[in-house]
């Protein structure tokens, strides 16, 4: 079992940063690929970013692809997602996933939930206008 907890969401202006943090505990050996969702209600969930933990290889979704990075520390068993420039149309719950499935690595798999084995509660990220 892999736990997952994140934090660092909050209310900004639009054009500021904000930086989310996940932090993996228990079976994170097990781990092949982290990921940041988010949803907005009545949406589905939709994939952000995600690293490949052996590498570092990232992909991002093409409206963040500019502004997001996702990062790790191995050390602390820790994730990032540094935002950038954000927008009131970033303003969702975002989700940290954790997944052993080697799906993650595929293009198709790399930012699709159901690839996703692990969740964490989720941060708000309000970004006003």
């Known amino acids: 079992q892999v736990q997952l907890m994140e934090s660092g969401g909050g209310s900004v202006e639009a054009g500021k940063s904000l930086r989310l943090s996940c932090v993996a505990s228990g079976s994170t050996a097990s781990n092949r690929c982290m990921a940041w969702f988010r949803q907005v209600p009545g949406q589905e969930r939709a994939g952000v970013a995600r690293i490949y933990l052996e590498n570092s290889a990232t992909t991002y979704a093409d409206s963040v692809a500019d502004r997001f990075t996702i990062s790790q520390d191995k050390a602390d068993n820790t994730v990032y997602l540094q935002m950038n420039s954000l927008q009131p149309e970033d303003t969702a719950m975002y989700y940290c996933?954790?997944?052993?499935?080697?799906?993650?690595?595929?293009?198709?798999?790399?930012?699709?939930?159901?690839?996703?084995?692990?969740w964490g509660q989720g941060t708000q990220v309000i970004v006003s206008s």
């Open positions: 996933a954790a997944t052993y499935s080697w799906l993650c690595a595929t293009p198709g798999g790399s930012l699709r939930d159901t690839t996703y084995n692990s």
